[in-house]
Each structure stands twice: as structure tokens, then as C-alpha cells.
């Protein structure tokens, strides 16, 4: 009832206030449902409870937990901080906190609250900083956040503040993750609504360390579809709700489910090892997302190829042909000293068809001293695109280009290709189709998209792909090299036969 009543007030405001400027200072709100289900993974023993709501907005979270609150007698003393710094939705905030107040006090419990009209990032900096001493009382059981979404410069105050947890492109709800993380107490829990992002990529490399070094996941909740989450604000992301708890014991488990949207019933919910989610030995601390029984097995089974690409002494790089800063160099048509510049649509049944009739891409590049340096050595390599469609069956997608079929001395490859090359020398013909058969498999297809909810195949979470040993890629290898068209089906069954996948598993990958 509070959180509905706190809804209509949402609706309300939002008809009111102008969309774009919403967006610019990230604000989206949490539709009702939501709220109850993020409330409703707090967990609280004891007779008082401190709160924070981050980015409160209307105040739909606090409204939320507060109801939840209301049907555990053993809490009898609620403190609530809300930070916002939004002006205009200040009086709504604070109508609806004085209505919250109202409900708990009529059942009971003593309430307090504390709207803090403060930049939550500033106001807490030198806390995060260590330049300020916080006693643990003033510290929070539970903090609840819809965080702004928000990409930001590196100079930004906000930024500059939180330096040690950004490398690359900073996006301000991580920063509010990161804060909350350390503004908990002992034992406390944070329950998020984010962007799927932060859980792969460089950029979120160094928050993943602080983040996982300083809580322990308990449950993740992800969103398949990406546009119906924030129904009427239309944030075109993958969205996780996550607890977590800021504790020193070791978690078993955590429990994962997904669903559709926010109306459809839970799809898949399992216990699944902690160490099947993060990875805490790897550098990168990628934080795997399976929504199926199948995907589980897939990642226990790939938990036994101790190897990737840079350990095997291979590498996938981007192809550093950016056609715009090349312009001076691309040619329609063959001309003197011109060698081919591949292009994704270059890709034919796995293999490089060149050149193509009516290309509209140029598709020849001269080879020149200036170019030089954007030019490869014409060598085997897999190519592997770097973009697909979300509407495309797969999101790994190689074709071999075999260097004896062009003669060229060099060859050119666009940026929206990746490719595979070995490290010092030449990639033999085994080597190739061995690993080109694994990544064409529907189970690295599958594992990226458990790691990755983008429809972009970056390089360095191509490059930490488990992988088997050497030994056993020379002999995937043999097995197809001789073949004229190597299936999806045809290098699934190889790897079953090697690694003992089991055969009902094979149904549910897409
Ligand atoms: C994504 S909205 C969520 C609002 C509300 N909690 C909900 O779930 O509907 C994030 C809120 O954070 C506020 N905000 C943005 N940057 C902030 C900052 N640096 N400090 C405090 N609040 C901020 C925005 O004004 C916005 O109301």
C-alpha cells in the first residue's frame, strides 16, 4: 500500500518534469514491483534498523522496505538517511516519508528519517578517502539503491573523488555501489537495482576487485529483457538486482534466478557455487551470470580447461583498420600495391570469401610505407566479429582466413573484426582449426553470453575464455581439418565426445 501510494506519486512527478532532464541527471525510477522484490530480500534480526536509500527519488525503495518492515515484529526502531540532490523531486520525497512515517508510527514503531539534499558521492568522500574516522554505529544494517546510471568524464568531482575504483570510461552508479560497500556495517546488506554491466569488462576491473574484496554476493536477479525493467523510461540495459553482505565469512552459495521482465514469474532460481559465479582467482574477477541448469553444468565443465588464448601463447586483438582514420588508403577496386581489407561481411560458412560483388565497403587497401603500420602480415588467422545483432543466433562468430588462398603479402583488417594470431611464430594448421572449432561450439558461444550480456565480443573477455590444453586443441584440430564445412553441431559433438558433456545438456543450448 505504501510502496503503490509511493508509485502514483511517481507517475505523478514524472508527467510533471521534463523526460530529458531526468535523464541527464540518471534518473529513472523503480516501478512498484521491483521495489517489493528488492524489499523483500532484506533480512534483519534485531530490534533496530539503520537505512540508507541512495538516489532515493520518490522514495519507492525506503517506502518498500519500510512496508516489508512492517510485517517483522521484531524490528521497533527505524532510522532512514535518503540522499538526493535533486531539488525538484524534494518535496515529493519528503511528503511521501512523512506518510511512511504516519503508517509505521500507527503500527507501532518509532520512526525517524533524514533527507540529506547532498551529492552522496562528495558528501561521503572523505570517508571513502580515509581522511574522515566513522564509528560503526553511524554506519548502515541496510542500504537500498537504484543508483543514478550515469557515464561520466575522469575530471568529474565525483571521479576525482573515487579515483582508486575507476580505470577507463567511470559510470556513476558504480561509484554509488562502491561507497555503499563501505558505508555498511559488519554483517550489513546492500540490495541493488544496476546495469548488467559492472559483472565483465576492463572498465569495471578495478570496482570488481574493491567490490568483491569487500562484500560477498548472496543473490542475483537478472533481467533478460532489456526494455522492460524501467517500463516507462525505456533504459535499453540488461538489468541484476543484487544483495549482498559485507562479511569476512566464506559463502558457499549464491543464489541466482532470472526472469523476463518484472511481470513474469522467475524462470530459473538455483543455488549455484560461489566460485561458479566469481571466479577469484583469475585477475579479471569476472562475475558469471548462469540462467539455466545447463548453463551451470557448461561452466562447471569449463572450470577444467585451465587454460585461454595469451597462456596457449595466442592472442585475439582488434583490426586496426578504423576505415575514417584510413580513408586516404582504402580503394574500391584493386589497384597497384593493393592487398584485400576484410570486412565482417567478408564472412562465408565460416570461411573468408573475397572479394564480394557490390561490396559496399571498400575492400581493397594499399600497401604502402604510411600504411604500413595498420597492415598484418598475410598469415592464418581466425577472424572473429566484434559486433552482432541481438536478433543473431550467435554471438561468437569466426570464419579462417588461410593466407596460402590470398596472394598477398599483406592484408588489412577492419576494426569491427577481431582476430586470433599466435604470439611468436606461426600458428600451425592444427593449432587453427582446433581452436577454431572450439570457439565455434555452441558452448563458448553460450559461456560469452553467461559472462557478457553485450552484443559486443571483446577482446579481453575473448582472451579469457577457458580453453583445454594445447594437446587437446591439436587434436580437435585433426579431427576437422580435413572437413569442408565444420557445423556448430559437428564441434559440439567433438568437444561432448572429449570432455564427457552430457548429452541432455546439448538440448538447451541456444
Ligand atoms: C535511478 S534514480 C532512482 C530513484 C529512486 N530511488 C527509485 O528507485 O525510483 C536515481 C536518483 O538519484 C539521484 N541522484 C543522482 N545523482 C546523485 C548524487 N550524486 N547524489 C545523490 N542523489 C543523486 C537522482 O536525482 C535520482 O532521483
Redesign the pocket.
Known amino acids: 500500500m505504501l510502496v503503490n501510494h509511493i508509485y502514483d506519486t ?1 507517475i505523478d512527478y514524472g508527467k510533471r518534469v521534463n523526460k530529458s532532464n531526468r535523464k541527464k ?6 516501478p512498484p514491483a521491483v ?1 517489493t522484490y528488492m524489499a523483500n530480500l532484506m533480512e534483519h534480526n534485531t530490534s533496530t534498523i539503520k537505512i540508507l ?6 522514495g ?2 525506503a517506502g518498500a522496505l519500510c512496508e516489508r518492515i512492517l510485517e517483522q515484529s521484531n524490528i521497533n526502531t527505524v532510522h532512514i538517511d535518503l ?4 531539488e525538484n ?1 524534494l518535496p515529493v520525497l519528503r511528503a511521501n516519508m512523512e506518510l511512511v512515517r504516519e503508517v509505521l508510527e500507527k503500527n507501532g514503531k518509532r520512526f525517524s528519517y533524514n533527507i540529506i539534499q ?5 558528501d561521503n568522500s572523505d570517508y571513502w578517502n580515509g581522511r574522515e574516522h566513522r564509528e560503526e554505529e553511524s554506519l548502515y544494517d541496510v542500504i537500498i ?5 550515469k557515464k561520466i568524464g575522469k575530471s568529474e568531482p ?1 571521479s576525482v573523488a573515487m579515483s582508486s575504483v575507476i580505470h577507463g570510461q567511470p559510470n ?1 552508479y558504480f561509484l554509488f555501489m562502491a561507497l555503499s560497500a563501505k558505508l555498511l556495517k559488519q554483517n550489513g546488506q546492500m540490495i541493488f537495482i544496476t546495469p548488467r554491466s559492472f559483472t565483465s569488462g576492463l572498465y569495471f576491473k578495478k570496482f570488481r576487485e574493491y567490490f568483491l574484496n569487500t562484500v560477498r554476493l548472496t543473490n542475483l536477479h537478472l533481467f533478460h529483457s532489456r526494455e522492460d525493467v524501467f517500463d516507462n523510461d525505456k533504459v535499453l540495459q540488461e538489468a541484476i538486482i543484487l544483495k549482498a553482505i559485507k562479511t569476512t565469512q566464506v559463502t558457499d552459495t549464491i543464489l541466482i534466478s532470472a526472469s523476463e521482465n518484472m511481470y513474469t514469474g522467475e524462470r530459473f532460481i538455483h543455488k549455484v557455487p560461489y566460485s561458479t559465479v566469481v571466479d577469484i582467482e583469475s585477475d579479471n574477477l569476472f562475475i558469471m551470470i548462469p540462467t539455466t541448469r545447463d548453463e551451470v553444468q557448461l561452466l562447471n565443465m569449463m572450470k577444467n580447461w585451465k587454460y585461454n588464448l595469451p597462456s596457449l601463447g595466442f592472442k585475439l586483438k582488434t583490426g586496426p583498420v578504423v576505415d575514417f582514420r584510413a580513408d586516404e588508403f582504402l580503394r574500391e577496386e584493386e589497384v597497384e600495391n593493393t592487398v584485400p581489407l576484410l570486412w565482417s561481411n567478408h564472412f562465408s560458412n565460416n570461411r573468408i570469401t573475397f572479394p564480394v560483388p557490390a561490396s559496399k565497403n571498400p575492400q581493397y587497401i594499399l600497401n604502402t610505407e604510411d600504411s604500413k603500420g595498420i597492415l598484418l602480415d598475410s598469415k592464418d588467422y581466425i577472424l572473429v566479429k566484434r559486433f552482432t545483432s541481438k536478433e543473431e543466433r550467435k554471438r561468437v562468430q569466426c570464419a579462417l582466413y588461410i593466407a596460402e588462398n590470398f596472394p598477398y603479402k599483406k592484408v588489412g583488417i577492419e576494426n569491427h573484426l577481431n582476430y586470433i594470431t599466435k604470439l611468436n611464430g606461426e600458428m600451425t594448421r592444427e593449432e587453427m582449426f582446433g581452436l577454431f572449432a572450439i570457439l565455434n561450439s555452441s558452448y563458448v558461444d553460450t559461456y560469452y553470453r553467461i559472462l557478457n550480456g553485450s552484443t559486443q565480443v571483446n577482446a579481453t573477455e575473448m582472451n579469457s575464455i577457458p580453453l583445454p590444453s594445447l594437446t587437446d586443441i591439436i587434436q580437435i584440430g585433426e579431427k576437422v581439418m580435413d572437413l569442408d564445412s565444420i557445423t556448430v553441431e559437428f564441434c559440439d559433438t567433438i568437444i561432448d565426445e572429449m570432455f564427457i558433456v552430457t548429452r541432455s545438456r546439448k538440448r538447451n543450448v541456444v
Open positions: 511517481t541527471i540518471g534518473q529513472f525510477f523503480t521495489a536509500d541512495a538516489g532515493a527519488g520518490t519507492i525503495l540522499y538526493e540532490n535533486d523531486v547532498e551529492n552522496f558521492i562528495l539503491s537504484n543508483p543514478p546510471y565525483e556513476i
